[in-house]
């Protein structure tokens, strides 16, 4: 087994493990490195792991309680609300058309898995399944590096701001507002600590997303003002990460310290699917 940094060589951001076989996936060995890579590295890709849904989900289980999906059923190709297609296939298993907006095309924006709920997510296993001939990369950018940027004097200013994330902002952004009277149950807004610390490495970090609204007791548009300030500032090309996918890769990643964003591709021509499973935080 071996791990490679594949990210800024002077930041320890992005890492390949090749070696690892799918029978020694869901070990308490591979669950420590697994654990103590995504700390240091916060996004990590393993090559060459070909997953069955229950396979994902038992090494999920490991990292956490399990999120399952808000949305309602006529919206879902999986049975599973463990489990989430991403991608471009539809309800049906056809080519999803593009002639109107739909939920998934805020992945399209920066953002952190699941930032509109109380319980976001924490850890995110997104497995390839059918890649297309040119799979388009998936973009991420390391929010650690990016409060480390700032300075002394605007960190402080910055550490005890809260701000209030919604669902329903964020798909707005991408033209989607039909939502189901249960779906708007089962979303209301959701407030985060615009700074955070992380458990394991000690290091703090900015938590944004597409979902931001606003900042807390601060004035909407004053707050919105300062939100796109920073993630302009977190989105340079300085700090971010293009993960080019392969076949059978899964790809994982920390919620808590990285944004990230998909990139676009043929999508009328070609199938791409990926399965996606995200743990959600506890405290």
């Known amino acids: 087994m071996m791990i490679e940094p594949i990210g800024h060589p002077e930041r320890q951001f992005g890492a390949v493990i090749s070696g690892l076989r799918v029978d020694e996936i869901t070990s308490d060995t591979t669950f420590t490195l697994l654990s103590q890579t995504l700390a240091r590295y916060a996004v990590v890709g393993i090559r060459d792991l070909p997953l069955e849904d229950e396979v994902q989900l038992a090494l999920a289980d490991r990292f956490g309680p399990i999120h399952h999906s808000i949305l309602d059923a006529s919206r879902r190709r999986l049975v599973d609300r463990r489990l989430n297609d991403v991608g471009n296939v539809d309800v049906t298993g056809n080519l999803s058309g593009a002639t109107k907006p739909a939920y998934g095309d805020s992945n399209l924006l920066w953002h952190a898995d699941l930032s509109f709920l109380a319980r976001p997510a924490r850890v995110t296993l997104l497995s390839a399944r059918v890649l297309p001939p040119a799979p388009p990369p998936t973009e991420y950018t390391d929010m650690r590096a990016a409060w480390d940027a700032l300075s002394a004097a605007r960190q402080q200013k910055l550490?005890?701001?809260?701000?209030?994330?919604?669902?329903?902002?964020?798909?707005?952004?991408?033209?989607?507002?039909?939502?189901?009277?249960?779906?708007?149950?089962?979303?209301?807004?959701?407030?985060?600590?615009?700074?955070?610390?992380?458990?394991?490495?000690?290091?703090?970090?900015?938590?944004?997303?597409?979902?931001?609204?606003?900042?807390?007791?601060?004035?909407?548009?004053?707050?919105?003002?300062?939100?796109?300030?920073?993630?302009?500032?977190?989105?340079?090309?300085?700090?971010?990460?293009?993960?080019?996918?392969?076949?059978?890769?899964?790809?994982?990643?920390?919620?808590?310290?990285?944004?990230?964003?998909?990139?676009?591709?043929?999508?009328?021509?070609?199938?791409?699917?990926?399965?996606?499973?995200?743990?959600?935080?506890?405290?």
């Open 159 to 283: 550490a005890s701001l809260e701000v209030e994330h919604s669902v329903f902002v964020q798909r707005a952004k991408c033209g989607f507002t039909q939502f189901t009277e249960e779906e708007r149950r089962q979303a209301p807004p959701a407030r985060h600590a615009l700074v955070r610390r992380h458990a394991q490495s000690g290091r703090s970090s900015l938590y944004l997303s597409s979902s931001a609204s606003h900042i807390v007791g601060w004035p909407e548009e004053e707050g919105r003002a300062l939100i796109d300030e920073l993630t302009t500032h977190a989105t340079q090309p300085d700090f971010m990460l293009s993960y080019a996918w392969h076949a059978n890769d899964l790809l994982m990643w920390d919620n808590s310290i990285t944004m990230h964003r998909a990139t676009p591709f043929a999508s009328t021509e070609h199938r791409r699917e990926l399965r996606w499973t995200a743990t959600v935080e506890t405290t």
